[in-house]
């Protein structure tokens, strides 16, 4: 994927100012940039980002209250955390919120540059070590609220094809699409088709969101 429009939030200007220039010459569009949470969720509401690539600590508000003022003006973008910290609770908080992604500010631009495409594509993408972190915090999550109203949940649900509750699991197993296409035997575009089929049945954002939903149904077993 190319041409992406991003905004990038972070205070530092020479930290802004470089991943902004980074993402120019990948070929994506810029549309905005702010120094401040409060001003990036009113310039977002114009600028009408894919994505949004966002430091955790900000001068006024934090990156978790900009992600949730960004769903509330913009239910369908993706935000990527590039954040130098890694700590866990900084990325469960994160991605609670309504984070696609978190990538420490210690990527390389390569791995940067492909978290931006991939996040834009809907993929949670995560620095290694913590993707095993969040699923499991989800785990966690669901066996705490399962109470045994999970069949009652069930028969409310909006009934899935057999390949879209195929692909639900390998997404809960944490797949990439690219996965899951070899796995499945199917093109990448016929996976991210099946993934946007099942996220509008099912009334969700993200992938991220998907993952929860699959894990809260046994589907990652």
Do not use: C
Request: proline share 4%; hydrophobic share 40%; no cysteine.
């Amino acid at each position: 994927m190319t041409g992406i429009r991003v905004m990038v939030v972070d205070d530092h200007p020479m930290w802004r100012e470089g991943v902004a220039r980074d993402l120019t010459e990948a070929g994506h569009r810029v549309v905005a940039t702010s120094g401040e949470g409060r001003q990036a969720v009113r310039v977002a509401a114009a600028a009408r980002p894919d994505v949004v690539v966002l430091d955790l600590q900000l001068p006024d508000i934090s990156g978790v209250e900009v992600i949730r003022g960004l769903r509330a003006v913009l239910p369908e973008v993706r935000v990527l955390m590039l954040s130098a910290s890694g700590e866990q609770q900084s990325v469960l908080d994160a991605v609670k919120a309504g984070a696609t992604g978190y990538l420490v500010k210690s990527a390389a631009p390569a791995e940067f540059l492909d978290a931006v495409r991939r996040t834009a594509a809907g993929e949670p993408v995560f620095t290694p070590g913590l993707a095993g972190l969040v699923l499991g915090e989800y785990r966690r999550l669901a066996g705490a609220t399962d109470g045994g109203a999970r069949s009652g949940r069930d028969d409310a649900a909006p009934r899935l094809t057999e390949r879209e509750t195929e692909v639900l699991r390998l997404v809960a197993k944490g797949l990439s699409y690219r996965q899951i296409a070899e796995r499945l035997g199917l093109s990448h575009r016929t996976v991210q088709n099946h993934v946007q089929n099942t996220l509008g049945k099912l009334q969700l954002h993200n992938r991220v969101e998907l993952t929860r939903y699959a894990i809260e149904r046994g589907l990652d077993d």
